[in-house]
């Protein structure tokens, strides 16, 4: 193995000509009788940096703050327009690093892509109103290849304006690239880890030096677990396109560890964000990690997120673990949003060993493969660990899952709609080596299993005087044990496979407690359009799709009047062996192959063996962006490149679960 390369690409426009200087926002302490009053100045929209039991340190404009001293709050400056000194901070130059422009960052990662193909796959995760690219680098041995590893993803610069953030991520990046093959321990991660870096996750609000995207949102609040009243939470849950973009990245690419980078503060908050009455159920576990990472950085404060911090709703760590199972944190890097360049190197050796120690961790704990005992074939399943009852999910490419756990004895239940469950008990993670242990299964399925509710999309804020249930428990078939759906309030389940219409009824929600109804919408996007399908007003209400002019629906929607005790969905399964999956045609491991590789005219796409079934091929380019599709037939077809295709590096890839991707260069 040798040293790969990168290298910085510099524009000839100036980071003045880039980047403007944002609005005013003044540094300001203020006073507070509670620290529950944090929360309410968020709302207000102002900026809460630290809290403490009798000020918080935040930023506001003079007009907001002018609000905030008419409701009786005193307050005083700590710094006038801080905002302006960000900005001037974003343009220093150090010989150790600097903040690079919008424009220079695309250019570098495109860059370290093509110098560093055998690592590295760059995707485009969404493109923003404003046509800027929301790019994330994979890190990996076989980059083009989903294997059998866990995944780490690490994102950073939510806030456009804590550009400190952004450089810990991006130096982390660039280590990775530097050191591969030179140094054992990033060889080995890189090896048999996927690693994900989204340095930038909001383009428009790092180039406008805000904390907002193009459209005003703080993408901070805009996540699915527990979303809304907030001060700018975005018009639709995870309507923005930078948050649905990561999203649906995410729903199909199951995570191990989740880190998402911040600044303001030095601390290391965890889950959740959005209650301060409870923990999360593997609270031990996230603890153990985050004073693990602490010891390992600069010694982070650490702990759970409305505690040591203030209230939020839509948080990104709280997306991570609510919905997902997932370690997630949002990580407070450095007091200093945007502190000048020669403070990067510092602020990025504080993290680079925690860094490394959590791609190590992802692959601690419980690890397998799921498939279906029929066919042998991969299967997308919850995971559910105890104690904690809290579910994470395999990957449906390969059915491999894993779950980071602390050394004990746990028991396993693995669910996938249409399937009977199965339970694994006496599982004893090691306290020695990796403390990893292997426990595959398979699951048998059969018509008289039902589809059930299968994970969390999104749900709104819950009134937390009086409501302490989760909404993981509407998953799976029906208990009695519920999610209790406060009045107005709504949740959103993914069924993991359609809904078809047949003769009668095609679903039924339960009502375990309560007296409320709830409005059921159905539909195959999580983000609609929505078609209501009827009101469910008992402890069974049956639905029939084809009353509404439905032929399939995916995702359910549920709005409770009333209180709902929202104990499950349970859907029928047809006898086709298109749904119940007895009898599928059996799909071996494809290889996918383009000759020459390097590709001026006419080129050969070859499949071995030969497809069982005809099946459609994508062109991706480097940014992850579907160039061309063609169909394949037979064993191999040639393909002209003239059409679509410049000069630059090309992935070709299927819809098939089991095939092996290629990649192919293009010249003149």
């Known amino acids: 193995m040798k040293a790969v390369l990168f290298c910085t690409l510099l524009t000839s426009v100036t980071l003045a000509q880039v980047m403007a200087p944002p609005p005013r926002q003044d540094l300001v302490r203020i006073e507070l009788v509670s620290p529950i009053q944090a929360k309410d100045l968020d709302r207000l929209g102002v900026v809460v940096n630290e809290v403490h039991s009798d000020y918080c340190i935040a930023e506001a404009s003079p007009d907001l703050l002018a609000r905030v001293n008419a409701l009786g709050y005193k307050y005083t400056t700590v710094t006038e327009n801080i905002s302006r000194v960000y900005y001037e901070n974003s343009l220093t130059k150090s010989p150790l690093g600097r903040f690079l422009t919008y424009q220079e960052f695309v250019d570098t990662m495109n860059i370290m892509a093509m110098n560093n193909p055998t690592i590295c796959h760059l ?168 004073a693990g990472y ?210 009668g009824n095609d679903f039924t929600v339960y009502r375990s407690s309560g007296t409320g109804t709830a409005t059921v919408k159905a539909a195959n996007d999580w983000a609609g359009p929505w078609t209501t399908v009827g009101t469910a007003n008992g402890a069974q209400t049956d639905f029939d799709l084809g009353s509404v002019g439905l032929d399939s629906a995916r995702y359910l929607y549920l709005k409770a009047s009333g209180s709902f005790g929202f104990d499950a969905v349970e859907a029928v399964q047809l006898s086709g062996v298109a749904e119940n999956r007895l009898a599928p045609v059996l799909e071996p491991d494809y290889r996918l192959s383009v000759t020459p590789g390097i590709v001026s005219g006419l080129a050969r796409i070859s499949c071995e063996p030969a497809p069982v079934r005809p099946f459609r091929l994508g062109i991706f380019d480097i940014q992850g962006r579907r160039i061309l599709g063609v169909d394949l037939n037979q064993g191999e077809i040639e393909l002209t490149l003239g059409q679509g295709l410049r000069p630059g590096v090309y992935f070709l890839r299927s819809d098939r679960a089991r095939d092996r991707g290629a990649r192919f260069v293009v010249v003149e």
Request: negative net charge; proline residues 6%.
């Open 123 to 290: 995707e485009t995760l969404a493109t923003t109103t404003t046509g800027k690219y929301l790019l994330a680098m994979k890190v990996s041995d076989n980059p083009g290849v989903d294997e059998n590893e866990p995944v780490v993803f690490w994102d950073a610069n939510t806030h456009g304006d804590e550009k400190i953030g952004w450089a810990v991520a991006y130096e982390f990046l660039k280590y990775l690239l530097v050191n591969y093959g030179s140094n054992p321990e990033v060889t080995y991660l890189v090896d048999n880890r996927e690693i994900w870096i989204c340095p930038m996750f909001n383009p428009d609000g790092y180039n406008n030096s805000s904390r907002y995207n193009a459209n005003g949102t703080d993408m901070n609040r805009n996540w699915g677990w527990m979303w809304g009243e907030e001060a700018a939470p975005g018009n639709a849950v995870m309507g923005e396109r930078e948050n649905r973009g990561l999203a649906n990245k995410l729903f199909n690419m199951p995570v191990a560890i989740w880190v998402s980078y911040h600044a303001g503060e030095q601390l290391i908050p965890y889950p959740w964000s959005y209650t301060d009455y409870d923990t999360i159920p593997e609270n031990h576990a996230i603890d153990w990690l985050s």
């Open 294 to 503: 602490s010891a390992r950085g600069n010694g982070y404060g650490y702990g759970q997120g409305s505690v040591i911090m203030y209230l939020i709703n839509g948080s990104t760590k709280d997306l991570g673990y609510g919905t997902m199972g997932a370690m997630a944190w949002s990580i407070e890097v450095y007091n200093t949003k945007t502190p000048p360049a020669s403070a990067i190197d510092t602020v990025f050796g504080w993290n680079r060993d925690a860094q490394l120690w959590f791609c190590r961790m992802a692959g601690h704990g419980i690890q397998g493969v799921i498939t279906d005992s029929v066919t042998g074939l991969p299967l997308r399943a919850q995971v559910w660990l105890n104690p904690g009852n809290w579910p994470s999910f395999s990957e449906r490419t390969n059915g491999d899952y894993h779950r980071f756990a602390l050394p004990g004895t746990y028991s396993v239940t693995f669910a996938a709609p249409g399937y009977a469950p199965r339970t694994v008990s006496g599982v004893v993670v090691p306290n020695s080596g990796d403390s990893v242990v292997t426990v595959d299964a398979q699951l048998s399925p059969g018509t008289s299993n039902p589809m059930f509710g299968f994970q969390v999309i999104a749900c709104s804020c819950v009134v937390i005087s009086s409501n302490r249930t989760y909404p993981v428990r509407a998953l799976g078939t029906h208990d009695g044990n519920a999610y209790t759906l406060d009045n107005g309030k709504w949740i959103i389940l993914d069924m993991d496979k359609p809904i078809r219409n047949d003769s």
